[in-house]
């Protein structure tokens, strides 16, 4: 039975022991440069082609490819230990014929096994519910690792299950249970449940009798039924597969090398053009390109990759971004190129705390500082003597009678207290807890307290009802059937639940009938948004205005109403609503059209105003983003009105530009439609659905990509994880752009994962996108500084480095061309041995890999001009009109170098590799020089020692230099010479430009 099914083990790692080293190697030679170099060192086995020693070439490639394997090797393998710590966590299993649960690690779960989930622990596989400890069936999950959002989902047991007296029965049933194939839609479930032995009957099934894969139980145990496991789970579905990520700059340099790999084959081909291909000409070809071959320098990859590690260092120790890891040390200068920002909502842009702000009545409003008059006028209801009776509200009769201003709260603030989908949960604590008072319940015997939390599908509804009992009236008790309320005085009121309807994306609001015990009055309370709700409500002349002021000030709003019904109304009602309920076809439309029968000429009770708080500086760092030219779009799994208010009060929409929210589509026609009235509008943010998004890029992806991306912002609601990824890769495809995604939850995992940097916010939705990510930040502000300032530098650093190295390779290789012309086309080295080596490593290396100190501005500077960030996104730094610069300066100093020592020729070849080669060095230091921006002490210290250990070089290699002959003024004099000819021109064209065209930066420092 389970051969057929995946097992339930969870595998994160990129590689195995088999495939690590071949796979690691692949990725390395996949680069131009690398394949170049093991095919150069390859070469130095053959003794005919053979032009220096061995370690030359082999040192510096065997030296790159280990620190890549290393650094693959400890990469991977933290990956291990964590895909080994969730597959060995254990779970209870029942086992028929057992009474004691057996514990076993999640990754020996099978389909069909029957699994106990604590409170608290997160569900080792996808389930369908059959049992909880709840009487009502009822049970509470986290959804937060799949769909991002930190609030409790209800979930409920099969009921023919749970009406069992205990779990071993399980076993002594007949039945059988009917699940859909994999999907990987997280919102929808088809399935059915049929028992045969004497109980027959069917049960149709849907997401809320299922518990996905990593969510976590919130209340009590459950008992489920494995039915996917493994790869098939909603949750590892709608995750895409490791890669390794590759930066720009790396795939530039890539090309850059292609083009000097064609310089060396033109120059050997010019050699050998001059030489006759006489005799065996293919083997002085193949030495010839092996001398020019420092025209593509292997410690250009050291160089880099040691920049890279330098970069990270610098970014985990900035006490500005306090917190930052650096988990992917390939991409640094990524962060420098970002022109897409894709951004989760829900705990990355919001704390996801929302906080009541206001309550609007049309006549007067109620806000933070004057709340303490609402609760005055319930203590007016619920005196707190309680031999006296409570006072009740007169009623009012459609609007006709004007109702006084306490009796409009009385009813306002019981609408809020009712018409939700809020439980109550307690959890017990010590009594010596520093708990709020508001939100605790004592116990009738010991040293515990109950502590109450309210849990909702909607964070906005918590907040209300946490508002009501601040001011008074608490929820204290929830079931499917009944609701408990607790005044002032103590007094507890009883409600019968006769209905519910659930708020839908598509009918924008929540309904919910009541019986109240004590007066067996039946009312009807209905809250939506205001788009829908003004059609239902009696008229007046508030709302619209209530309503889009509230907006303005980043509220989300929503309005309250109610009905009063008679007996035989509502009896009429469940009759019919019941019929709609029961019929095959077109159920949910008639279904609407019988509550909407009951939606009419209902009392507008007041508007309510709920805050979603920020995360810290939100508003300005996305000001900051948008300002240094970094397009933001908003990717969440939320609903549209909610998505909609975050956009604007977090400025992610400014406030001069116009919001077009895209209507729901369906057909073709829809979409080509919608797309018609975006194209018209000017500055426009775009608002879109992920079904409407999908039928949009099914029939006009080109169209739609055009438009989105030429749009100041977007916002995509309702998107599950694999769209948000899919909306990344599309960027990336369409446009060439650089993009990052910032995300805090597992849902945000495949997004991060997909961005050409991916950065992990470590906050309440756990560690998961922060330990799926290339940068961890723990708050959205540290983007700024993480973008602007070091995206900056590393960016810059590693182009000034990279073409430095590679001037580096191409003046001692013009030089080389120089004299293998001058000398008889000979294929014999010009440095032998050490000096070879040493020119790139000891006596250059320090001068120019100081240059991942330089700065060109101040991160203040950085941060208070976002402008400059502009500048990056277009390559500049690094392009083929900048290379063919320094390939011009390169073949002018190699040149003057070359034909300077060859000219003032001595007795013995010994001293032209003394002046030309001092020369050479002294160049590079003070070329160095030249391309600093801002001088760092340590810079400085590695110019000084470079010259110092050469000095001293000159003195020891007796065997490469002559010892009598430096210590002349003719050596000295010659290379002065030599060296101020090859750089003054330079340093004068440098002075010139800063004069008449400098750069932006340098107006600002």
């Known amino acids: 039975m389970h051969e057929k099914f995946p097992t339930n083990v969870i595998r994160n790692q990129k590689y195995n022991v088999v495939s690590f080293l071949p796979l690691v190697l692949f990725q390395q030679f996949k680069f131009f440069l690398n394949l170049y170099f093991l095919l150069m060192a390859i070469s130095q086995f053959i003794p005919d ?34 895909d080994k710590e969730v597959n060995a966590q254990k779970y209870y299993r029942l086992v028929k014929g057992f009474d004691i649960p057996e514990l076993v690690p999640s990754s020996k779960l099978r389909v069909g096994d029957l699994v106990i989930v604590e409170k608290g622990q997160r569900v080792p596989a996808d389930l369908v519910l059959l049992r909880t400890t709840e009487k ?33 029965q399980l076993f002594d049933i007949k039945a059988s249970l009917y699940v859909e194939k994999p999907q990987k839609d997280i919102h929808s479930f088809i399935g059915t449940f049929s028992r045969y032995d004497g109980y027959s009957s069917e049960e149709s099934l849907g997401v809320d009798n299922t518990l996905w894969a990593n969510t976590a139980v919130a209340s009590g145990s459950a008992l489920g039924i494995v039915v996917y496991t493994g790869q098939e789970t909603r949750s590892l579905m709608n995750h895409s597969e490791i890669r390794s990520k590759v930066g720009l700059l790396d795939q530039e340099i890539n090309q850059l090398t292609k083009v000097l790999f064609c310089a060396v084959i033109g120059l050997a081909l010019v050699m050998m053009c001059l030489k006759g291909f006489s005799g065996p000409w293919y083997r002085y070809m193949f030495r010839f390109v092996l001398l020019f071959s420092y025209i593509i320098p ?17 970014i985990q120790r900035d006490k500005d971004i306090a917190g930052t890891v650096v988990r992917t040390t390939t991409i640094p200068e990524e962060l420098g190129r970002i022109s897409y920002l894709l951004s989760d909502k829900t705990g990355t842009l919001t704390q996801n705390k929302m906080v009541f702000k206001k309550l609007h009545l049309g006549t007067i409003s109620y806000g933070q500082e004057t709340f303490d008059e609402v609760t005055s006028v319930l203590k007016a209801y619920y005196p707190t003597d309680t031999e006296h009776s409570p006072v009740k509200p007169t009623s009012a009769h459609s609007g006709k009678v004007r109702r006084s201003e306490n009796t409009r709260i009385y009813d306002a603030v019981h609408a809020l207290a009712l018409c939700h989908n809020v439980t109550p949960v307690y959890d017990e604590v010590n009594k010596s807890s520093n708990l709020d008072s508001v939100s605790v319940e004592t116990m009738e015997t010991g040293d515990t307290e109950q502590k109450r939390n309210y849990q909702a599908s909607s964070p906005d509804e918590v907040a209300l009802v946490k508002w009501t009992e601040e001011i008074g009236l608490a929820l204290i008790k929830r079931d499917l059937n009944s609701m408990q309320l607790k005044t002032l005085n103590g007094q507890i009121l009883n409600y019968t639940i006769l209905q519910i309807f659930p708020f839908t994306s598509e009918t924008k609001r929540m309904g919910i009938i009541v019986r109240e015990e004590s007066s067996s009055e039946i009312i009807f309370y209905l809250k939506g948004a205001d788009v829908v709700m003004s059609g239902i409500v009696q008229y007046n002349d508030w709302l619209d205005e209530v309503c889009e002021n509230m907006a303005r000030e980043g509220l989300r709003t929503l309005v309250v109403a109610k009905k009063n019904l008679t007996e035989d109304q509502y009896l009429d009602f469940e009759a019919k609503y019941n019929a709609a309920r029961m019929s095959v076809s077109d159920r949910v439309s008639r279904v609407a059209a019988v509550v909407e029968s009951l939606e009419r000429e209902m009392e507008l009770l007041c508007v309510t105003g709920v805050e979603d708080r920020l995360q810290d500086r939100v508003r300005p760092t996305l000001e900051l983003l948008r300002n240094a030219g970094i397009k933001i779009w908003m990717l969440t799994g939320d609903k549209l009105e909610t998505a909609t ?50 039928v949009c890029l099914q029939y006009y992806e080109q169209e739609f990509l055009e438009l989105a991306c030429g749009s100041p912002a977007v916002v995509c609601c309702r998107c599950s994880p694999t769209q948000k990824a899919e909306v990344v890769s599309l960027i990336q495809r369409h446009t060439d752009k650089r993009t990052a995604a910032v995300g805090d939850g597992g849902n945000d995992v495949s997004m991060i994962q997909a961005a050409d940097a991916g950065i992990g916010l470590e906050g309440l939705e756990g560690r998961q996108a922060s330990l799926a990510a290339d940068f961890s930040i723990s708050q959205f502000s540290h983007l700024a500084n993480l973008l602007l300032v070091h995206g900056r530098r590393s960016y810059k650093r590693s182009a000034a480095l990279s073409q430095f190295v590679i001037h580096r390779g191409l003046i001692i290789s013009t030089m080389q061309a120089v004299f293998s012309a001058v000398f008889y086309l000979s294929s014999v080295a010009l440095y032998q041995g050490f000096l070879m080596v040493g020119y790139a490593t000891i006596y250059t290396m320090f001068p120019v890999f100081s240059l991942v100190l330089d700065k060109d501005v101040s991160g203040k500077i950085a941060l208070t001009y976002p402008e400059l960030y502009k500048e990056l996104s277009k390559g ?110 330079l340093y004068i064209l440098k002075f010139l430009r800063k004069k008449f065209s400098p750069p932006s930066y340098t107006k600002l420092s």
Request: contains cysteine.
């Open 876 to 985: 500049r730094s690094l392009s083929y009109k900048t290379f063919f610069m320094w390939v011009l300066i390169s073949i002018y100093q190699g040149g003057v170098i070359m034909y300077g020592a060859l000219i003032m020729f001595e007795d013995e070849f010994i001293h032209i590799v003394a002046i030309s080669f001092s020369a050479l060095v002294l160049t590079e230091l003070i070329m160095v020089a030249l391309t600093i921006r801002t001088w760092h002490h340590i810079m400085m210290l590695a110019e000084i020692f470079s010259l110092a250990l050469y000095l001293l070089s000159l003195v020891v290699l007796k065997d490469y230099f002559d010892a009598e002959f430096i210590k002349t003024t003719d050596f000295l004099w010659k290379v002065l010479v030599i060296t101020l000819v090859s750089c003054m021109p």
């Open 298 to 314: 292997i410690s250009l990859r050291v160089n880099l990759d040691m920049g890279k590690a330098f970069y990270a260092w610098c």
């Open 645 to 694: 208010c975050i956009a604007k009060s977090s400025r992610l929409v400014s406030r001069t530009q116009g919001l077009h929210v895209f209507k729901s589509v369906v057909t073709r026609t829809d979409a080509h439609l919608e797309l018609n009235t975006f194209r018209k509008k000017q500055d426009c943010a775009l608002v879109i659905s992920g079904d409407s998004l999908e």
């Open 136 to 168: 009502s069936g009822a049970c509470f999950v986290r959804t937060d690792q799949l769909d991002g959002e930190t609030d409790w989902k209800l979930r409920l047991a099969v009921p023919a299950t749970q009406k069992l007296e205990s779990n071993s």
């Open 49 to 82: 082609i053979r032009i220096g020693y061995l370690y030359t070439y082999w040192g510096p490639l065997c030296f790159v490819l280990t620190v890549t394997i290393f650094r693959e090797a400890v990469d991977d393998f933290r990956r291990y230990k964590r």
